[in-house]
């Protein structure tokens, strides 16, 4: 809740908003806008607090620069043109800035750019020999789930804000460092139940965007899941493959699958869903839903009411096969 209500403070990218009153409307300070009953004053303002801020303009170097490279500066456009100034002297690096710090101001450059809570640098900003930072980025994030706060909640079924989707009803959410975490959506895992196991890939296998990636087997039921993205398989969470139950208790947690990196970051994302847009497409794959349930159990409730958490389970005669190849296009 805390994360939750710091996020009122500021936009990123360069705007800040508060409560607006009266007198703001009145003389147009800012511009006017309404959320939850309340109006808000939203002005562009490069003093305003960033939400990703670049390690650049942490270290002082540049005024104002928010990152827009999922904190993967090793493929960053900008990061290579202040190093090439940096390499004609026209520049001074972000390391050496922060070296002219005091020893215990001199901060890492995960809690530089909010990824951890604050922590000295002790190596110097020497990042390449660093232990820590090679546990941070190779193992920490990489075999660790963070479950989204912000949640919508659509006829039971959780729809993460910050997280795209593909109509297979499998999920993709880009983490700092430029890597994709995916998994399967509530709505699937609600449908088809609890697995016996799932049937992952190892470490190194390049999923195609749209085509067969992995399965998972029920009883006597087996069902291929597309992949949301492109891109090759870093990290399997072995958990999973050992208690499958995990994906049906945190789909958007614990329960995520892989950990893929692509080289098309942009072009791989733009073809899901997220937004509204995914909120429109899971209402309609929910009526889709009712409608089925309708032609082998009989009417609804007049509001639909809440499903089961094992809709296959319950209603056998919906048929696994027709599920799977309705919504998991499989």
């Known amino acids: ?18 409560k607006g009153t009266q007198r703001d409307a009145q003389k147009n300070h800012g511009i006017k806008t309404v959320l939850g009953g309340q109006v808000w004053m939203i002005s562009p303002d490069k003093n305003a ?11 002082g170097v540049a005024k104002f620069k928010n990152c827009n490279n999922y904190y993967d500066c090793t493929s960053c456009k900008y990061d290579l043109g202040m190093q090439k100034q940096v390499a004609k002297g026209k520049q001074i690096s972000w390391q050496n800035a922060m070296r002219k710090h005091p020893d215990m101001d001199r901060t890492c450059r995960h809690s530089l750019t909010h990824r951890i809570e604050n922590r000295a640098c002790a190596y110097d900003y020497q990042c390449a020999s660093c232990d820590f930072d090679q546990f941070f980025e190779d193992v920490w994030t990489s ?36 890597n994709i975490r995916i998994g399967l959506d509530d709505f699937s895992l609600k449908l088809l139940g609890k697995a016996d196991g799932f049937d992952l890939p190892l470490m190194g296998k390049e999923l195609d965007q749209g085509a067969p990636g992995w399965g998972l087997k ?32 945190d789909p958007y947690g614990d329960g995520w699958l892989f950990l893929v990196r692509t080289p098309e970051m942009k072009k791989t994302m733009k073809s899901l869903m997220a937004g509204t847009q995914s909120i429109d497409w899971i209402n309609k794959e929910i009526n889709s839903l009712e409608s089925m349930i309708e032609e082998v159990a009989g009417p609804l409730t007049a509001d639909g009411g809440y499903l089961t958490d094992d809709i296959y389970g319950a209603l056998p005669a919906l048929g696994w096969h027709k599920l799977t190849k309705t919504f998991l296009k499989t």
Not at 1 to 18: N, Q, T
Not at 49 to 59: D, G, H, L, V, Y
Not at 157 to 164: E, I, L, Q, S
Not at 219 to 235: C, H, Q, R, T
């Open 49 to 59: 607090s960033t939400s990703n801020p670049c390690i650049w303009m942490q270290a």
């Open 1 to 18: 809740m805390a994360i939750k209500d710091g996020r009122r403070s500021h936009f990123g990218y360069g705007s800040s908003y508060r």
């Open 143 to 178: 075999k660790t789930g963070v479950t989204p706060f912000d949640m919508a909640h659509v006829k039971g079924f959780d729809m993460p804000a910050d997280t795209h989707f593909h109509d297979g009803h499998t999920w993709a959410r880009i983490e700092s460092g430029g």
């Open 218 to 249: 029920r009883e006597k039921n087996a069902a291929d899941v597309l992949s949301p993205v492109n891109g090759v398989i870093m990290e399997v969470n072995s958990n999973v493959r050992e208690h499958p139950e995990l994906a049906n208790q």
